[in-house]
């Protein structure tokens, strides 16, 4: 505990504030730069330096401010960085972001752009896609200048997922390809694995399935030449999805076990939650709802954990699903609009077309037709922007029993024949047959002639 002749305690902020401006600048620096030597020498002492870095690299940062000395920025460098490290280990990430960008501007040339990507790295993960557009793009230009390969490709890479982020398919697909070509042209194979693993993302997000499938498979013989177990495991956490939704769910529940294992071994809680979200849907289809819940929970705990509300969005999409997998309608209802509160506060605009139109198929099936219309028709708007195959082609499908049931023939009509392609593009044909059984039910109901 800090005595009263160790500390001054302001208990006004106004008389503090009013205290510091009466010293003069230069005095201001010289006690600034008192208290950061006072902190330090102690800290490394007891080998706690890296809890005080943050705190030592403001007082320096002030010190500067009157005399802006080589050794002092390079001081202030020095802990900067040690503070984004502490704080991005403790998942303190806006803080951790702050440091890094304190860092690269105190940077001398040459290491300037590792700070900068590992700021647009974490902005990309956890900042909304209108703020970290101008950073990534700004880096990347950044890196171009100076002929940087290696940090074009982790940039463009950055810039693709804030593409994707942003519900920018084909502008992520160019970035990620043209990440590809750079990283692959320099040998950096540990990279190259990450842009051919987010290119199976976006062929499986937009219906290429085979081809998303191949990508797969050769990004993990990369992640593994090059011993990258996050990549790794990040990639069978997207092939299981793959599997998944192509109605392959035994081989699903294996490929994201694999993703779990690996998030555990590897001590990655954002992995281990990723997939533990994700396998929640994989068990719902094999039967195992209980356990299911069980899963989405540990999965909103780690989330929350580490300060991933992008994410937790994500994942509490999952529950809602779980909950109307098992028929319970008003905890899907009131789930699914919690999510959607998370993925418009995150900028995730490819989630909330998926839980707007998750909502309305809710609504339709407690038999609110005309409140489930506007949310698939918003729903649909969104997967068209975004190119969302596989969501557009349930969704497409849905509104069209939703016309049929209010009567409104030519809409139906138009939107099933519309939606059909669309499921036999994206591995869903098996399904077409039961769909127009709920058409033709819908017509029935609305006293209609069958439209299809």
Known sequence: MIGAEQAYLFRHALLRDAAY??????????????????????????????????????????????NDRPELRRREYDLAGRAARHAEK???????????????????????????TAACSLAVRY????????????????????????????????LGAACHNAGDLAAAEQHFAAAHDVLAGIGEHAEQAKAVGLLGAIFDITGRNAESETL?????????????????????????????????????????????????????????????????????????????????????????????????????TNLAYVHEAGSDFAAAEATYRRALEVHRETGNLRFEGVALGNLGGVIANQQRLAEAEPLLVRAV???????HTRFLAVHL??????????????PARETWHTAVPYLKQVGLGDSVEWRLGELRKGCADAGIEPVA
């Open 90 to 116: 403790h998942f303190r990430n806006a803080e951790a972001q702050h440091y890094w960008l304190r860092c690269a501007e105190l940077a001398p040339e040459h290491e300037q752009l590792p700070a900068l």
């Open 381 to 387: 708007e969104i997967h068209r922007q975004v190119n």
């Open 216 to 316: 797969y498979a050769r990004a993990t013989e990369l992640y593994r030449q090059t011993g990258d177990r996050f990549g790794e495991g990040n990639n069978w956490c997207n092939l299981a999805l793959l599997l998944h939704n192509t109605g392959r769910h035994r081989q699903a529940a294996t490929a994201m076990a694999r993703a779990i294992e690996i998030g555990r071994a590897a001590g990655n809680l954002t992995l281990q939650a990723l997939a533990l979200g994700n396998m929640a849907l994989v068990e719902t289809a094999l039967g195992r709802r209980e356990h299911a819940l069980q899963l989405v929970d540990q999965a909103l705990i780690l989330l929350r954990r580490v300060g991933d509300r992008r994410n937790e969005g994500v994942c509490l």
């Open 397 to 410: 499908a849905n509104l069209a029993c939703v016309y049929a049931g209010r009567g409104k023939a030519g």
């Open 21 to 66: 401006e009466l010293q003069p600048p230069s005095d201001r620096a010289r006690l600034h730069l008192v208290a950061a030597d006072a902190i330090e020498s102690p800290a490394r002492d007891a080998g706690t330096l890296d809890h005080a870095a943050a705190e030592i690299a403001d007082h320096l940062c002030a010190a500067r401010q009157h």
């Open 127 to 158: 900042g909304s896609p209108a703020e970290t557009m101008p950073l990534v793009e700004g880096a990347l230009a950044t890196a171009r200048a100076r002929a940087d390969r290696l940090h074009e490709g982790k940039l463009l890479l950055a």
